[in-house]
């Protein structure tokens, strides 16, 4: 729609986990590694924590998709399940066909379990990845994590021979330090936490998204209204996405170019995203006879009882009622 108008082959802000538009911070370059390395090396457990749309999904996707490599097609096996309320019995009917193992698989236990354990020994000997991949854990049930635990003992002597990743947001953090899930927890190999962007971070998210689906340096937000996007979203990369995206149609129906703060203004006012007010902190002067001494120091000097010789070096009224103030606005 509004492609021609700014000069793109693309449209640079959709929500699909597109690999080919992961943003790298140091926290995304780090559990990517972390993740790859899972993998590659058949640690079993990995977990992603993150709040919603921090880009967990893409982070997950391009490590497989570096796992990949060279290899040929078809030697892998990923199950994605990205809707966890289900019961022991529906995760087994639906994990079955998702491995490639029978309809009787599907509908048995004992088959599900006895086939599993040969075709993952069978991918793994041929040089082949079999993966699990669970998308909002902190929404599986007990008895699901349970489930999940004990298909992590599938192994050879120094393998995991399904490799199982969970995802989810803080919230999951909370459920695996639960003593009825510490088991699960003691089997997780890896761990790593994506955090929302930073407003530095903020502004090149938006300028690589953009590179990418033009293939130039193109200016198509003002710095004032970046600050608006980065204000509203909280640093949230999805949030980010629908602010741009809806900004790029709202400037194209305007002829708008670059977008500036009052057309992002009225989008987020659109999706209720109300900018975070600013706040500056001004330093407070203090009055002080002993200016080395911590406040903190200070402070403790006037609640003791002082001697004779101290009660003569105590700051005056004006300088201890200052300093008192002063605490109180830090507090």
């Known amino acids: 729609m509004y492609e021609k108008f700014y000069g793109l082959r693309e449209r640079p802000f959709d929500l699909t986990p597109n690999p080919a538009y992961l943003f790298m911070t140091p926290k995304h370059r780090e559990a990517l590694a972390t993740l790859q390395y899972g ?7 990995t977990v992603v924590i993150g709040e919603a749309g921090t880009g967990k999904t893409t982070l997950v996707n391009a490590a497989l998709q570096a796992q990949r ?8 096996c990923v199950a994605y399940l990205n809707n966890p309320t289900l019961s022991p019995a529906e995760f087994i009917a639906y994990l079955a066909p998702a491995l490639g193992l029978s309809r009787e698989a599907a ?44 298909l992590a003992n599938v192994e050879t002597g120094s393998d995991k021979l399904l490799q199982i990743v969970l995802t989810g947001q803080p919230e999951l953090a909370d459920r ?38 033009s293939g130039s340096d193109l200016t198509l937000f003002t710095e004032e209204a970046i600050d608006v996007i980065y204000d509203a979203s909280r640093g949230i990369p ?12 709202a400037g194209f129906a305007l002829g708008e170019r670059p977008i500036g703060r ?14 975070e007010p600013r706040v500056e902190f001004t330093k407070v002067p203090i009055r ?18 002082p001697s004779p010789e101290q009660a003569a070096a105590l700051p005056k009224a004006a300088a201890t009622r200052d300093l008192f103030q002063a605490f109180r606005g830090h507090r």
């Open 262 to 275: 009052d057309t992002v203004l009225e989008v987020c006012n659109d999706f209720d995203l109300v900018p």
């Open 176 to 213: 695996l330090n639960q003593v009825s899930l510490r088991q699960l927890k003691q089997r997780i190999a890896l761990r790593c936490v994506l955090n929302p962007l930073d407003k530095t971070e903020t502004g090149a998210y938006i300028a690589a998204r953009i590179w990418i689906a």
């Open 288 to 305: 002080s006879e002993t200016p080395a001494e911590s406040d903190m120091g200070r402070l403790r000097t006037l609640t003791a009882k």
């Open 39 to 45: 993998l590659s090396e058949r640690k079993g457990f």
């Open 238 to 249: 999805r949030t980010i996405s629908v602010i741009c995206d809806n900004s790029l149609v």
């Open 107 to 150: 509908n048995s236990k004992a088959t599900f379990l006895i086939e599993l354990t040969k075709s993952v020994t069978d991918r793994h000997q041929s040089g082949g990845l079999t993966a699990l991949i669970v998308d909002e854990a902190q929404n599986l049930p007990d008895s699901l994590l349970e489930e999940i635990r004990l």
């Open 69 to 76: 490599g060279n290899r040929p097609l078809g030697r892998d």
